[in-house]
């Protein structure tokens, strides 16, 4: 069974840094692309960062100059370094890991997500 596993969340005041981690488990033969997604008071996920599996990473909007997405494929793990944070990036930040499993086909698995609350 395969299972995402988010942590690093917490609070912090607006400038200050985090760092979140995304851990993949279970029998799984290759993690592919990861994306990190917010979801604000709206409730839709927005994507943040993403990163290929050969390392090749994607930014969006505000996240550009300020995150910085990398992976540990020998750990299956992938990370969000987030500096300057404001209190727009409060939300609930979910990894999506493409995941190919032990004889099967690959698929997207969510994990449980981190909250990340930035003070004014």
């Known amino acids: 069974q395969v299972q995402v596993v988010e942590s690093g969340g917490g609070l912090v005041q607006a400038g200050g840094s985090l760092r979140l981690s995304c851990a993949a488990s279970?029998?799984?033969?290759?993690?592919?692309?990861v994306g990190w997604y917010r979801q604000g008071p709206g409730n839709q996920r927005d994507l943040v960062a993403s990163?290929?599996?050969?390392?090749?990473?994607n930014y969006v909007g505000s996240a550009k100059g300020r995150f910085t997405i990398s992976r540990d494929s020998a750990k299956l793990s992938v990370f969000l370094q987030m500096n300057n944070l404001r209190p727009d990036d409060t939300g609930v930040y979910y990894c999506?890991?493409?995941?190919?499993?032990?004889?099967?086909?690959?698929?997207?698995?969510w994990g449980q997500g981190t909250q990340v609350t930035v003070s004014s």
């Open positions: 999506k890991a493409n995941i190919m499993p032990n004889g099967l086909s690959p698929a997207d698995y």
């Open positions: 990163i290929s599996r050969n390392s090749s990473t």
């Open positions: 279970g029998a799984i033969f290759r993690l592919n692309t």
